[in-house]
């Protein structure tokens, strides 16, 4: 989630300006000494520097409303679950605040993540037992270390020096890739499922503790795992995790090139007629992309004489 506070905090400052009447644009919103600044002066340098990315997030979220719905609970629930990622109110406040927002107007971009997300799981779907083995992944947390390097042979290598007594620690902080194994010696602390990479956390998740894992590819690249402890987790009862537990499945399991090309079309069939010449550009790259073809049918066969 935190990924989603970004550089778009003018966007709304962009739409009340773009919606001034004549007279509105002609007021004065900063005089100094050595002039003034209006509405429309402000207006027009807002639109040079961040228009195209204002107005792209703007449509989409209509485009996006038009079709889903995202309530004031859902946006206040997530908003407080993020709070409790950042460490409370003040410190949440204070990444906003680097970042242009305040909490009023990041809710904005909450909620178009939220409609995204939608889109993007729309037709996923989730088996009941799927949800019910994640839940029971979560109800484990492992304490875990990991020596990360760039391809399978290298990793071969580090699993048999460990096998042959090498101090895992320092081999981490020789040959692995991850930077902050100089200082942790590979060491990652409890994480629960949903933390890290899916290969990585499958893994993991499997082994029994202090047991050296076979070579496992990541996005990231190639570990060799050693899970140290495990412990239980403290979470909900299942009925109350499941919704959540749902939900992120469907998110792994989404298509995100066919979730695009979804939007794409939805924005397509939106038929966007943009009145400021300026901004007259802003969607061509977007739509002009190619559609994406429609399945064939089976040519039916045809009967034949014998």
Request: charged residues 30%.
């Amino acid at each position: 989630m935190k990924k989603w506070i970004a550089a778009t905090s003018l966007t709304l400052s962009v739409a009340a300006l773009a919606a001034c009447s004549d007279e509105e644009a002609s007021e004065v919103v900063v005089s100094t000494n050595a002039g003034d600044i209006t509405k429309e002066e402000l207006y027009q340098e807002m639109k040079t520097t961040v228009g195209e990315q204002a107005l792209q997030m703007m449509v989409l979220e209509q485009v996006l409303q038009d079709k889903y719905e995202v309530s004031e609970e859902q946006v206040d629930a997530e908003l407080e679950s993020m709070k409790e990622q950042y460490g409370g109110q003040e410190q949440f406040e204070m990444v906003l605040s680097q970042q242009g927002y305040s909490e009023d107007t990041f809710r904005d971009t909450i909620k178009l993540n939220l409609l995204q997300e939608k889109a993007l799981t729309e037709d996923v779907e989730v088996t009941e037992e799927e949800i019910q083995q994640k839940y029971e992944q979560m109800q484990k947390e492992v304490n875990a270390r990991h020596i990360l390097v760039q391809d399978e042979e290298t990793a071969l290598d580090v699993k048999q020096q460990l096998e042959d007594g090498a101090d895992f620690a320092e081999l981490a902080r020789e040959v692995s890739t991850e930077p902050a194994a100089q200082e942790t010696g590979g060491e990652l602390g409890f994480f629960s499922a949903g933390d890290m990479d899916p290969a990585f956390e499958e893994a993991a998740f499997s082994l029994e503790p202090n047991v050296i894992s076979e070579p496992v590819e990541s996005s990231f690249g190639w570990h060799i795992i050693e899970v140290t402890e495990t412990r239980e987790a403290e979470i909900g009862s299942f009925e109350e995790m499941k919704e959540e537990i749902e939900h992120d499945l469907k998110l792994a399991k989404a298509d995100q090139t066919q979730a695009s090309a979804m939007i794409q079309d939805m924005m397509r069939e939106a038929e966007i007629d943009i009145k400021d010449e300026d901004l007259s550009t802003t969607f061509d790259a977007f739509l002009s992309q190619p559609e994406q073809p429609a399945a064939e049918e089976e040519p039916a066969e045809e009967d034949t004489e014998e």
